[in-house]
């Protein structure tokens, strides 16, 4: 299994729509999790952490199911700015707390005008 | 707002010649890491770095790379002696604790290409 796993994509929803993705990871000991943003040929760039309660920033609501090992990320009223490729991250903590960062493979998302 | 910068944007290689990648963090950042994209392919783990030392490294850091934090500013990624599977983005991260919660910022990276 995967460390990180994702629908590779493409998502093409028209402008407005509500579209979600999901991710599982396979080690069930990893500390914190997150949704990065990634454009074409840039850095990734965080668009919001996960927590267990769930949490909404905007547009963008996250949600983390530690039993099923299970993130996802839901996109309200999307617009062509959203076009993006987006990446599960996962932090499986270490001696330092902190050590790596692993990706999954990211889902792409085209928005239709 | 402060950002990770990293130079050059692009370099262009032979096999077998090295190359140094050079990264600024962010100034009041401890943690440092560089992280790799092949073409289509997800981000992958290299190093991290702490205290002048590697902290954790993954399997595809071998001997032909090595890292340096030779002043207060800078963070380096040599690679010894370039692959044509070498090519690849090339990020630096950097972060400012050791809480799994805290963000690691990437620079913009530098493409790498070895012919």
């Known amino acids: 299994r995967k460390e990180v796993e994702q629908d590779p994509g493409p998502f093409n929803v028209p402008e407005g729509a509500t579209v979600a993705f999901n991710c599982t990871y396979s080690n069930s000991a990893s500390q914190s999790f997150f949704w990065y943003r990634q454009d074409c040929r840039k850095e990734p760039k965080l668009l919001m952490s996960v927590y267990s309660s769930g949490n909404e920033d905007g547009r963008f609501t996250a949600q983390l199911n530690r039993a099923s090992q299970y993130i996802s990320l839901l996109i309200r009223d999307s617009k062509l700015s959203d076009s993006a490729t987006y990446l599960c991250?996962?932090?499986?903590?270490?001696?330092?707390?902190?050590?790596?960062?692993?990706f999954g493979t990211g889902t792409r998302l085209t928005i239709i005008p | 707002e402060p950002e990770v910068t990293q130079t050059p944007s692009h370099q262009v290689t032979q096999m077998g010649q090295e190359v140094i990648l050079r990264c600024v963090p962010i100034?009041?950042?401890?943690?440092f890491y560089w992280y790799r994209q092949i073409l289509g392919q997800k981000v992958e783990f290299l190093v991290s770095f702490y205290n002048n030392e590697i902290s954790e490294k993954s399997e595809i850091f071998d001997d032909q790379f090595s890292v340096e934090r030779p002043d207060g500013s800078n963070f380096t990624l040599k690679i010894r002696s370039t692959k044509l599977e070498d090519s690849a983005m090339y990020f630096c991260a950097s972060i400012q604790t050791s809480s799994v919660a805290d963000t690691q910022y990437f620079g913009p990276g530098t493409r790498l290409t070895v012919l």
């Open positions: 100034s009041n950042h401890l943690y």
């Open positions: 991250v996962v932090n499986p903590g270490g001696s330092f707390g902190n050590e790596k960062l692993t």
